[in-house]
Every structure is written in structure tokens, then in C-alpha cells.
């Protein structure tokens, strides 16, 4: 069966609110899908429900033919969905090699054992040192995570997702407080990433040049609903995508007011 991550009927309400309300949406290899809309709309609360930190109410999460609904984070993890967070998520007192080298034993299906030093390893050290020189860190592989700027802690947390061999990319705002100049780095990762056509690549992202330059495909949530799906010229061009998102009303709104 082809990999596929689909959403049906997905809803979580917290009291009388509706956050995310009966989205269904299918996601393939192959394509980056970004998930845009305003503030508040849903987005970022419905990457939690696909990656385990919420549980939904209602409706069903089904990851490569199993319905993963009711697994926690760690066990989405486990089968395949890697997840980068708007808040870098790392071992802070940990160099950055430390950081890789952990990732890459986890995915290895090894434990981390304090007698059995690294060295004995190469395969892991290799394939963790490969990883650092991708996300151009190799130079900072002894430098604690948590002295690096932001734009290269989130380098290092694409590292970590690699590292664990994921089916598919989750990425939340990753170039949230980033300098000018540290944009373009994680966005050519995002963009190597994509060569790999075996992969699942979803971006929440607010920045439409972004969204631009990296989406094969946009959907829009508003108020928590699903209101647009498709290539990203079309659903940007759509009347209701530019008054819910882009704030403009639609042109016919626009002449019956004049």
C-alpha cells in the first residue's frame, strides 16, 4: 500500500470552542503541502493532533495503512512521523554532535549504554557526522545546543528529524525568529529535503514568500475549518483565501460597496 497521512473528520473542541473542526485532508510522498490561514485558525493545533501532543475528539488519524488515532507522540514517532516545533525541542546542555549522535542511535534501535563507548560504533558515528556536514554544522559539533543562534538550533533540529529516519516531515513556523539571514539556510534544507520523493513534507508557515518558494500544495484552515485545497497560484488567487488569510474581500464584496 503506498505511504499515505490522511486526517478524517478530525475535531478537537476545548469547552465550547472548536479549534479544528471535521478537517479531512490526504497528504502523499512526493509533495510539500503548506498549511496556511490567520492567527488562531487552527493550524498549529491541528499539526498537534497529527503528531500525538493533543488527542482529538472525534474523527481519525491513519499513518501508512494504520490508524494511529489513539498513539501517544513517542509512538508516532516511532512509526515514522518526525515533527520539528515552532520552539526548538533539543538537548540544551548537550553539544551538538551529542544531540545527532543520540538521534541516530535511537533510530538504530540501540540503547544508550555508558560502558559501551561510542567508538565501537563508527557505523553510527559515521552516519551522524554525514548528517552534521548536511545541515552545515560540522564545524559546530562540539558547541552546546544551546549556545547556538537560533537559526542554527533549528539546523540541528532538522538534524535530529533526519537523523531518525522519518516517512514524513513535520514542519511548524521554522523560520519563526529567524534573522534575514538565517532564513535561507533552513529553507534550502526544506528544499533538499523535498528531493527525496519518497517523503511526506507538511509546513504550517504565516510568511506567504515562503509558502511560495517551497509548496507544491496549500490548504487553508479558518476558524478551524478547511476552506481551500490545491496548487498554490490557485488557492492563493481564491476569493475566500484572499478575504479569510490575505484580509482583502472579494472583488464582487468590493464593487457592491462601491
Not at 473542541?13 to 478537517?23: D, E, L, M, P
Not at 557526522?129 to 532538522?158: F, M, P, W
Not at 497560484?233 to 475566500?240: D, T, Y
Request: one cysteine or more.
Amino acid at each position: 500500500m503506498p505511504l499515505t497521512l490522511e486526517t478524517r473528520d478530525l475535531t478537537i473542541r476545548f469547552g465550547g470552542h472548536v479549534a479544528v473542526n471535521n478537517v479531512s485532508c490526504t497528504f502523499r510522498p512526493g509533495e510539500l503541502t503548506a498549511i496556511v490561514g490567520p492567527n488562531g485558525a487552527g493550524k498549529t493545533t491541528y499539526f498537534n493532533l497529527i503528531s500525538g501532543q493533543l488527542r482529538a475528539t472525534s474523527g481519525s488519524i491513519l499513518f501508512d495503512g494504520t490508524d494511529i488515532t489513539g498513539h501517544s507522540a513517542p509512538m508516532r514517532t516511532r512509526a515514522g512521523l518526525g515533527r520539528a516545533f515552532q520552539l526548538t525541542n533539543l538537548f540544551p546542555n548537550l553539544s551538538v554532535e551529542e544531540n545527532v549522535r543520540l538521534a541516530v542511535q535511537a533510530a538504530s534501535g540501540t540503547h544508550y549504554d555508558m560502558l559501551r563507548p561510542w567508538m565501537v560504533r563508527r557505523d553510527l558515528i559515521a552516519r551522524a557526522d554525514a548528517i552534521l556536514d548536511r545541515v552545515a554544522l560540522g564545524s559546530r559539533r562540539g558547541v552546546a545546543a544551546t549556545a547556538l543562534s537560533h537559526g542554527d538550533q533549528r539546523k540541528l533540529e532538522v538534524a535530529l528529524m533526519i537523523a531518525l529516519e522519518p516517512k514524513a516531515f513535520m514542519f511548524d513556523e521554522p523560520t519563526a525568529g529567524m534573522s534575514i539571514d538565517e532564513v535561507p539556510v533552513v529553507l534550502d534544507l526544506i528544499a533538499q529535503l523535498k528531493q527525496d520523493k519518497s517523503k511526506i513534507i507538511l509546513l504550517v508557515e504565516h510568511k506567504m514568500d515562503v509558502v511560495r518558494s517551497l509548496a507544491d500544495r496549500i490548504i487553508v484552515l479558518h476558524n478551524g475549518q478547511l476552506v481551500a485545497d490545491g496548487p498554490p497560484a490557485e488557492v492563493i488567487a481564491s476569493p475566500i483565501v484572499q478575504e479569510a488569510y490575505l484580509g482583502v474581500a472579494p472583488k464582487n464584496a468590493t464593487e457592491g460597496a462601491a
